[in-house]
């Protein structure tokens, strides 16, 4: 890997989206003790920032870019779970109910995140029950978030989860109907849980009935509508 690292200025934190609900309630000498044990780290597209069953060594804070969230199963089949946004703490759902990663987390765009030392937060957790109730109820949110939204892809039709999946980068992630898509066609497959194949038809589906404008990652959505509609009815 060709991560870099560096030292995050702790006065940064005061205004980075670090200081979101969960650390709001640490006062101004404890953050800035946190923050000396940042650091500041960068990765190109495909470079693995944590990996499923590593030891925890740190609490990450994505600032910028995009990571998947995937697990290998027994048989080698990889599985994304979920994708982080920036200012989002990745790694939440293994901080308490293990000591390895319970999942790899790889960038899929160049992205820079911060990492706290695990000890650090602990300690924390331990001497303030507000940022500990904070953490939890966090880590409670992201778990519903990831469940309800396997439960959502489930539920629709092979149309349906393309259709689900495209409208989520652009109603979510860029805010635009158009985009470059971080992700292969292999890894849409892996996030909705169907067959490249399917996927590749299903795209050449939405283009020629004039939904989509698709070339190679490049994405233009034509037909927000028929879009939406596909998403609901497949």
Not at 101 to 127: F, Q, R, T, W
Not at 141 to 150: F, N
């Amino acid at each position: 890997m060709n991560m870099k690292a560096e030292v995050c200025p702790g006065t940064e934190c005061l205004t980075c989206g670090f200081r979101s609900e969960v650390f709001a309630s640490l006062p101004d000498y404890q953050l800035e003790e946190l923050s000396r044990s940042k650091v500041l780290m960068h990765a190109k597209k495909g470079e693995t920032i944590a990996r499923q069953n590593d030891s925890i060594e740190g609490f990450i804070f994505l600032r910028d870019g995009l990571a998947k969230l995937c697990r290998t199963n027994a048989e080698g089949r990889e599985q994304i779970v979920g994708i982080a946004t920036p200012n989002d703490f990745v790694g939440l759902l293994s901080l308490f109910s293990s000591k390895t990663y319970n999942y790899s987390i790889v960038a899929i765009e160049d992205s820079s995140y911060c990492s706290v030392e695990y000890d650090m937060v602990m300690n924390l957790v331990g001497s303030n029950g507000e940022f500990a109730r904070n953490l939890l109820a966090k880590i409670s949110r992201v778990s519903d978030l990831l469940i309800g939204s396997r439960l959502d892809i489930d539920l629709l039709q092979l149309r349906g989860r393309v259709a689900y999946i495209l409208c989520f980068f652009a109603n979510e992630i860029y805010h635009s109907t158009r985009f470059n898509l971080p992700v292969s066609r292999r890894e849409i497959a892996e996030l909705i849980d169907m067959r490249v194949e399917n996927v590749v038809r299903i795209l050449s589906e939405f283009r020629r009935d004039r939904i989509i404008l698709i070339e190679g990652t490049y994405i233009e959505i034509l037909d927000k509508e028929k879009l939406s509609w596909a998403k609901m009815h497949g």
